[in-house]
Protein backbone atom coordinates (compact mmCIF):
# COMPACT_ATOMS: atom_id res chain seq x y z
CA UNK A 1 0.00 0.00 0.00
CA UNK A 2 1.50 3.07 -1.30
CA UNK A 3 -0.67 5.82 0.16
CA UNK A 4 -3.65 6.09 2.64
CA UNK A 5 -5.33 9.02 3.41
CA UNK A 6 -8.30 9.85 5.92
CA UNK A 7 -11.70 8.97 4.08
CA UNK A 8 -12.79 11.28 6.87
CA UNK A 9 -10.86 14.02 5.72
CA UNK A 10 -11.25 14.33 2.18
CA UNK A 11 -15.00 13.11 2.67
CA UNK A 12 -15.95 16.76 4.12
CA UNK A 13 -14.90 18.81 0.89
CA UNK A 14 -18.14 20.34 -0.25
CA UNK A 15 -21.21 20.37 -2.16
CA UNK A 16 -23.23 23.29 -2.34
CA UNK A 17 -25.47 25.10 -4.54
CA UNK A 18 -25.83 29.25 -5.74
CA UNK A 19 -27.20 31.08 -8.27
CA UNK A 20 -23.83 31.52 -9.30
CA UNK A 21 -23.54 28.91 -12.30
CA UNK A 22 -19.62 27.42 -13.17
CA UNK A 23 -18.31 29.76 -16.33
CA UNK A 24 -14.79 29.23 -15.11
CA UNK A 25 -13.62 26.88 -17.92
CA UNK A 26 -13.89 28.19 -21.16
CA UNK A 27 -10.98 27.35 -23.30
CA UNK A 28 -10.96 24.35 -25.28
CA UNK A 29 -8.25 21.61 -24.43
CA UNK A 30 -4.80 21.55 -26.32
CA UNK A 31 -2.55 18.43 -25.48
CA UNK A 32 0.85 19.14 -27.85
CA UNK A 33 3.59 16.74 -27.48
CA UNK A 34 7.22 16.97 -28.58
CA UNK A 35 8.97 13.85 -26.26
CA UNK A 36 12.35 14.80 -25.96
CA UNK A 37 13.25 11.77 -23.96
CA UNK A 38 11.87 8.75 -22.47
CA UNK A 39 13.66 7.75 -19.00
CA UNK A 40 15.64 9.58 -16.46
CA UNK A 41 18.79 8.52 -14.75
CA UNK A 42 17.94 8.96 -11.15
CA UNK A 43 20.27 9.62 -8.40
CA UNK A 44 19.12 9.15 -4.31
CA UNK A 45 21.15 10.17 -0.39
CA UNK A 46 19.74 10.23 2.60
CA UNK A 47 19.70 13.40 4.70
CA UNK A 48 21.95 13.30 7.38
CA UNK A 49 20.21 11.92 10.76
CA UNK A 50 19.19 14.81 13.29
CA UNK A 51 16.36 14.27 16.06
CA UNK A 52 13.37 15.27 14.16
CA UNK A 53 10.12 14.28 13.55
CA UNK A 54 9.41 12.34 10.61
CA UNK A 55 6.19 14.58 10.27
CA UNK A 56 7.51 17.60 7.49
CA UNK A 57 8.80 18.50 4.53
CA UNK A 58 11.60 19.15 2.40
CA UNK A 59 12.44 22.66 0.48
CA UNK A 60 14.96 24.25 -1.87
CA UNK A 61 16.25 27.16 0.00
CA UNK A 62 18.66 28.58 -2.08
CA UNK A 63 21.79 26.64 -2.37
CA UNK A 64 20.63 25.09 0.91
CA UNK A 65 17.96 21.93 1.44
CA UNK A 66 15.65 22.76 4.49
CA UNK A 67 14.01 20.23 6.42
CA UNK A 68 10.52 22.32 7.71
CA UNK A 69 9.77 19.68 11.00
CA UNK A 70 6.03 20.61 11.51
CA UNK A 71 5.55 19.18 15.03
CA UNK A 72 8.24 20.30 16.74
CA UNK A 73 8.20 23.73 14.57
CA UNK A 74 11.87 23.56 13.83
CA UNK A 75 14.32 24.25 10.16
CA UNK A 76 17.31 21.92 9.80
CA UNK A 77 19.37 23.04 7.10
CA UNK A 78 21.35 20.49 4.60
CA UNK A 79 23.63 21.04 1.48
CA UNK A 80 22.99 19.34 -1.14
CA UNK A 81 24.19 16.45 -0.76
CA UNK A 82 22.09 15.90 2.27
CA UNK A 83 25.16 16.55 5.15
CA UNK A 84 23.64 19.22 7.56
CA UNK A 85 24.96 21.92 8.36
CA UNK A 86 22.75 23.59 11.27
CA UNK A 87 19.56 24.39 12.79
CA UNK A 88 18.42 27.71 11.67
CA UNK A 89 14.81 28.03 13.50
CA UNK A 90 14.23 26.87 16.64
CA UNK A 91 10.74 27.21 18.69
CA UNK A 92 10.64 29.62 21.50
CA UNK A 93 10.09 33.44 22.11
CA UNK A 94 13.11 34.92 20.90
CA UNK A 95 12.83 36.85 17.67
CA UNK A 96 14.91 34.45 15.67
CA UNK A 97 12.42 31.51 16.69
CA UNK A 98 8.67 30.00 15.95
CA UNK A 99 6.25 30.92 19.04
CA UNK A 100 4.51 27.17 18.52
CA UNK A 101 5.16 24.17 17.08
CA UNK A 102 2.26 21.83 15.00
CA UNK A 103 2.58 24.06 11.84
CA UNK A 104 0.23 22.50 8.59
CA UNK A 105 1.74 24.83 6.05
CA UNK A 106 5.00 26.36 5.07
CA UNK A 107 5.34 28.38 1.76
CA UNK A 108 8.61 30.65 1.11
CA UNK A 109 7.89 34.04 -0.33
CA UNK A 110 9.67 35.45 -3.31
CA UNK A 111 12.19 37.49 -1.54
CA UNK A 112 13.02 34.75 0.34
CA UNK A 113 11.43 35.12 3.00
CA UNK A 114 9.21 32.22 5.22
CA UNK A 115 5.73 31.85 5.70
CA UNK A 116 4.76 29.27 8.56
CA UNK A 117 1.00 28.76 9.10
CA UNK A 118 -0.28 26.72 12.61
CA UNK A 119 -2.89 24.74 13.38
CA UNK A 120 -5.48 27.42 14.66
CA UNK A 121 -5.30 29.89 11.85
CA UNK A 122 -1.82 31.59 13.15
CA UNK A 123 0.63 32.37 11.03
CA UNK A 124 4.32 33.96 11.45
CA UNK A 125 5.93 35.64 8.54
CA UNK A 126 10.32 35.70 8.60
CA UNK A 127 13.03 37.71 6.55
CA UNK A 128 15.54 35.68 4.54
CA UNK A 129 17.93 35.30 7.53
CA UNK A 130 14.83 33.80 9.91
CA UNK A 131 14.25 36.80 11.70
CA UNK A 132 10.65 37.06 12.78
CA UNK A 133 8.48 40.25 11.12
CA UNK A 134 5.15 39.09 12.34
CA UNK A 135 2.66 37.21 13.87
CA UNK A 136 -0.87 37.38 13.20
CA UNK A 137 -4.46 35.51 12.76
CA UNK A 138 -6.38 34.01 9.50
CA UNK A 139 -8.78 36.80 9.66
CA UNK A 140 -11.82 35.23 7.66
CA UNK A 141 -15.10 37.13 7.01
CA UNK A 142 -17.41 35.52 9.15
CA UNK A 143 -20.63 37.59 9.40
CA UNK A 144 -23.07 35.27 9.42
CA UNK A 145 -24.19 32.37 12.17
CA UNK A 146 -23.52 29.00 12.00
CA UNK A 147 -26.97 28.50 12.71
CA UNK A 148 -28.00 30.35 9.45
CA UNK A 149 -25.67 28.48 7.97
CA UNK A 150 -26.97 25.55 8.57
CA UNK A 151 -30.32 25.75 6.79
CA UNK A 152 -29.00 28.22 3.88
CA UNK A 153 -25.72 27.24 3.40
CA UNK A 154 -24.20 29.46 0.71
CA UNK A 155 -20.94 28.57 -0.96
CA UNK A 156 -19.59 32.25 -1.28
CA UNK A 157 -19.38 32.64 2.88
CA UNK A 158 -15.97 32.19 4.19
CA UNK A 159 -17.84 30.19 7.23
CA UNK A 160 -18.69 27.32 5.25
CA UNK A 161 -15.03 26.33 4.68
CA UNK A 162 -11.79 25.18 6.41
CA UNK A 163 -8.37 25.18 5.25
CA UNK A 164 -7.77 21.55 3.24
CA UNK A 165 -4.64 20.45 5.50
CA UNK A 166 -4.14 17.43 3.56
CA UNK A 167 -3.37 18.86 0.29
CA UNK A 168 -0.25 20.11 2.02
CA UNK A 169 0.55 22.77 -0.35
CA UNK A 170 0.73 27.05 -0.37
CA UNK A 171 1.70 29.17 -2.49
CA UNK A 172 2.57 32.75 -2.00
CA UNK A 173 3.26 36.37 -4.01
CA UNK A 174 4.97 38.68 -1.53
CA UNK A 175 2.00 40.57 -0.89
CA UNK A 176 -0.80 37.08 -0.93
CA UNK A 177 -1.17 33.52 0.08
CA UNK A 178 -3.37 31.50 -1.54
CA UNK A 179 -4.68 28.69 0.40
CA UNK A 180 -6.38 25.83 0.05
CA UNK A 181 -10.19 24.71 1.58
CA UNK A 182 -12.52 22.22 2.02
CA UNK A 183 -15.87 22.67 3.44
CA UNK A 184 -16.92 22.81 7.10
CA UNK A 185 -20.46 22.45 7.27
CA UNK A 186 -22.20 18.94 8.28
CA UNK A 187 -24.28 18.99 5.31
CA UNK A 188 -21.53 18.97 3.26
CA UNK A 189 -19.88 15.83 4.31
CA UNK A 190 -19.77 11.73 2.41
CA UNK A 191 -23.34 12.41 1.16
CA UNK A 192 -22.56 15.41 -1.28
CA UNK A 193 -20.42 13.50 -3.31
CA UNK A 194 -23.63 11.75 -5.06
CA UNK A 195 -24.97 15.70 -5.79
CA UNK A 196 -23.76 17.16 -8.91
CA UNK A 197 -23.79 20.73 -6.75
CA UNK A 198 -20.56 19.60 -4.95
CA UNK A 199 -18.69 19.29 -8.63
CA UNK A 200 -19.98 22.17 -10.19
CA UNK A 201 -20.00 25.40 -6.99
CA UNK A 202 -17.37 24.37 -4.05
CA UNK A 203 -14.76 26.79 -3.84
CA UNK A 204 -11.35 25.61 -4.12
CA UNK A 205 -9.11 28.18 -2.98
CA UNK A 206 -8.95 31.74 -0.37
CA UNK A 207 -6.71 34.56 -1.22
CA UNK A 208 -4.91 36.57 2.14
CA UNK A 209 -3.96 39.44 2.47
CA UNK A 210 -0.39 38.46 3.99
CA UNK A 211 -0.05 41.78 6.03
CA UNK A 212 -3.43 41.84 7.28
CA UNK A 213 -4.44 38.52 7.28
CA UNK A 214 -7.32 39.41 5.84
CA UNK A 215 -9.23 36.54 3.52
CA UNK A 216 -10.52 39.00 0.82
CA UNK A 217 -12.29 36.37 -1.54
CA UNK A 218 -12.76 32.36 -1.88
CA UNK A 219 -13.17 31.46 -5.27
CA UNK A 220 -11.96 28.41 -7.59
CA UNK A 221 -13.93 25.38 -8.41
CA UNK A 222 -13.41 21.63 -9.35
CA UNK A 223 -12.97 20.67 -13.33
CA UNK A 224 -15.94 20.22 -15.39
CA UNK A 225 -15.18 16.15 -15.06
CA UNK A 226 -16.26 16.39 -11.92
CA UNK A 227 -20.00 17.37 -12.93
CA UNK A 228 -19.18 14.54 -16.05
CA UNK A 229 -18.18 11.60 -14.30
CA UNK A 230 -19.52 11.40 -10.65
CA UNK A 231 -16.88 8.50 -9.47
CA UNK A 232 -14.39 10.88 -10.02
CA UNK A 233 -15.63 12.87 -7.02
CA UNK A 234 -13.59 10.20 -4.75
CA UNK A 235 -10.55 12.26 -6.10
CA UNK A 236 -11.57 15.30 -4.54
CA UNK A 237 -8.22 16.46 -4.51
CA UNK A 238 -5.77 19.29 -6.34
CA UNK A 239 -2.42 20.60 -6.39
CA UNK A 240 -1.69 24.20 -7.33
CA UNK A 241 1.58 26.57 -7.90
CA UNK A 242 1.83 30.08 -9.55
CA UNK A 243 3.95 30.54 -12.86
CA UNK A 244 3.65 34.10 -12.21
CA UNK A 245 2.55 36.38 -9.58
CA UNK A 246 -0.63 36.92 -11.96
CA UNK A 247 -0.57 33.09 -13.34
CA UNK A 248 -2.03 30.14 -11.16
CA UNK A 249 -1.57 26.34 -12.82
CA UNK A 250 -3.78 23.77 -11.62
CA UNK A 251 -4.00 19.98 -11.90
CA UNK A 252 -7.04 18.16 -10.03
CA UNK A 253 -6.32 14.13 -8.80
CA UNK A 254 -8.81 12.59 -11.55
CA UNK A 255 -8.27 15.05 -14.27
CA UNK A 256 -5.70 14.42 -17.51
CA UNK A 257 -5.78 18.59 -18.10
CA UNK A 258 -3.93 21.01 -16.71
CA UNK A 259 -5.43 24.59 -16.54
CA UNK A 260 -3.93 28.06 -16.26
CA UNK A 261 -5.46 30.74 -14.45
CA UNK A 262 -5.16 34.58 -13.48
CA UNK A 263 -4.75 34.39 -9.91
CA UNK A 264 -8.79 36.28 -10.21
CA UNK A 265 -9.69 32.73 -11.69
CA UNK A 266 -10.07 33.89 -15.31
CA UNK A 267 -9.66 30.73 -17.50
CA UNK A 268 -6.42 31.07 -19.54
CA UNK A 269 -5.61 27.80 -21.39
CA UNK A 270 -5.80 24.17 -20.74
CA UNK A 271 -3.61 21.62 -21.58
CA UNK A 272 -2.18 18.45 -20.95
CA UNK A 273 -1.43 14.65 -21.51
CA UNK A 274 -2.80 11.31 -19.68
CA UNK A 275 -0.03 9.84 -17.93
CA UNK A 276 1.13 6.31 -19.18
CA UNK A 277 -0.63 2.46 -17.58
CA UNK A 278 -2.95 4.72 -15.28
CA UNK A 279 -6.27 2.72 -14.32
CA UNK A 280 -8.51 5.44 -13.97
CA UNK A 281 -11.05 3.38 -14.37
CA UNK A 282 -13.15 4.91 -10.97
CA UNK A 283 -15.80 2.76 -9.82
CA UNK A 284 -19.49 3.97 -9.11
CA UNK A 285 -20.46 4.35 -5.28
CA UNK A 286 -24.10 5.29 -5.99
CA UNK A 287 -24.92 1.88 -4.80
CA UNK A 288 -22.74 1.88 -1.76
CA UNK A 289 -24.51 2.03 1.51
CA UNK A 290 -23.63 4.07 4.20
CA UNK A 291 -21.81 1.06 5.99
CA UNK A 292 -19.85 0.21 3.15
CA UNK A 293 -18.77 3.55 1.90
CA UNK A 294 -15.66 4.03 4.20
CA UNK A 295 -13.83 0.93 3.01
CA UNK A 296 -15.05 1.42 -0.75
CA UNK A 297 -13.42 4.48 -0.80
CA UNK A 298 -10.08 3.30 0.27
CA UNK A 299 -9.94 -0.06 -1.90
CA UNK A 300 -10.44 2.74 -4.40
CA UNK A 301 -7.73 5.24 -3.20
CA UNK A 302 -4.93 2.53 -2.63
CA UNK A 303 -6.05 0.61 -6.10
CA UNK A 304 -6.54 3.39 -8.57
CA UNK A 305 -4.24 6.03 -9.96
CA UNK A 306 -4.16 9.82 -9.47
CA UNK A 307 -2.34 12.97 -10.38
CA UNK A 308 -0.51 13.54 -7.31
CA UNK A 309 1.44 17.05 -7.86
CA UNK A 310 2.52 20.17 -9.42
CA UNK A 311 5.36 22.33 -9.58
CA UNK A 312 6.66 25.05 -11.36
CA UNK A 313 10.81 25.94 -11.97
CA UNK A 314 10.86 29.15 -12.89
CA UNK A 315 14.90 28.84 -13.58
CA UNK A 316 14.09 27.04 -16.22
CA UNK A 317 10.45 27.09 -17.54
CA UNK A 318 9.59 23.80 -16.54
CA UNK A 319 6.28 22.37 -15.15
CA UNK A 320 6.28 19.05 -13.78
CA UNK A 321 3.13 16.82 -12.94
CA UNK A 322 3.39 13.48 -10.69
CA UNK A 323 1.19 10.71 -10.84
CA UNK A 324 0.98 7.43 -8.40
CA UNK A 325 0.59 4.25 -9.57
CA UNK A 326 -1.16 2.38 -7.00
CA UNK A 327 -1.81 -0.09 -9.12
CA UNK A 328 2.14 -0.55 -9.69
CA UNK A 329 3.75 -0.59 -6.05
CA UNK A 330 7.04 -0.31 -8.07
CA UNK A 331 6.95 2.49 -10.63
CA UNK A 332 5.35 6.37 -10.60
CA UNK A 333 5.04 8.90 -13.43
CA UNK A 334 6.26 11.95 -14.17
CA UNK A 335 5.48 14.50 -16.71
CA UNK A 336 7.74 17.65 -17.77
CA UNK A 337 6.01 20.42 -19.50
CA UNK A 338 7.59 23.40 -21.12
CA UNK A 339 5.46 26.36 -22.23
CA UNK A 340 2.10 23.76 -22.16
CA UNK A 341 3.94 21.27 -24.53
CA UNK A 342 4.79 17.85 -23.21
CA UNK A 343 8.40 16.74 -23.73
CA UNK A 344 8.63 14.27 -21.01
CA UNK A 345 6.53 11.15 -19.45
CA UNK A 346 8.88 9.20 -17.52
CA UNK A 347 8.48 6.46 -14.61
CA UNK A 348 10.47 6.74 -11.52
CA UNK A 349 10.33 5.47 -8.12
CA UNK A 350 7.67 6.02 -5.63
CA UNK A 351 9.30 9.34 -4.81
CA UNK A 352 7.49 13.01 -3.51
CA UNK A 353 7.31 15.59 -5.75
CA UNK A 354 9.87 17.92 -7.22
CA UNK A 355 10.87 21.00 -5.01
CA UNK A 356 13.24 22.92 -6.67
CA UNK A 357 16.15 23.44 -9.04
CA UNK A 358 20.28 24.02 -8.24
CA UNK A 359 23.56 23.94 -10.07
CA UNK A 360 21.76 22.02 -13.12
CA UNK A 361 20.13 19.06 -10.78
CA UNK A 362 16.66 18.64 -10.26
CA UNK A 363 15.70 17.77 -6.33
CA UNK A 364 12.46 16.15 -4.60
CA UNK A 365 10.72 16.28 -1.54
CA UNK A 366 12.00 13.65 0.93
CA UNK A 367 10.67 10.37 1.11
CA UNK A 368 10.27 9.61 4.95
CA UNK A 369 10.71 6.08 6.22
CA UNK A 370 9.53 5.63 9.85
CA UNK A 371 10.62 2.56 10.44
CA UNK A 372 14.20 3.29 9.39
CA UNK A 373 13.79 7.11 10.25
CA UNK A 374 15.40 8.14 7.40
CA UNK A 375 14.79 10.68 4.73
CA UNK A 376 15.39 9.95 1.02
CA UNK A 377 15.97 12.75 -1.51
CA UNK A 378 16.12 12.05 -5.27
CA UNK A 379 17.65 14.19 -7.95
CA UNK A 380 17.98 14.78 -11.62
CA UNK A 381 19.58 16.23 -14.35
CA UNK A 382 17.58 17.08 -17.69
CA UNK A 383 20.48 17.35 -20.40
CA UNK A 384 18.11 18.13 -23.98
Known amino acids: MKKVIALSIALIIIGCGSKEKSGYFTERANAVTDIQFESLNIESFDLEYVKSSLGGVLVMDGEHLNFIDYQFGRVYQFDTDGNFIRLVLDRGRGPSELPRGGITFYSQLPNRGHLFIGSSYDYYVFNADYERLQDSMIRWQQDKPLEYLHNNPTPEDHRSYNLAYYIGDVRTTNEVAFLPLMGSLPQYSAFSFDTELFASEARILASMNLETGEVDRIFGRFSPLYVQNPPARLFPFFFYD ?35 NMDKEYEDFSGISDKDFEQFGLTQWNTKDGYSSLTYIPETNLLFRGYTRNSDPDRDGLQIYRDNVLFADVDIPPMRKVIGYHDGWYYTDAKINEREETKTVYRFRLDF
Request: hydrophobic share 40%; glycine share 6%; net charge negative.
Open 242 to 276: LIDEETLAITYAADPDIYLFTTDFRHIATFGSKGR
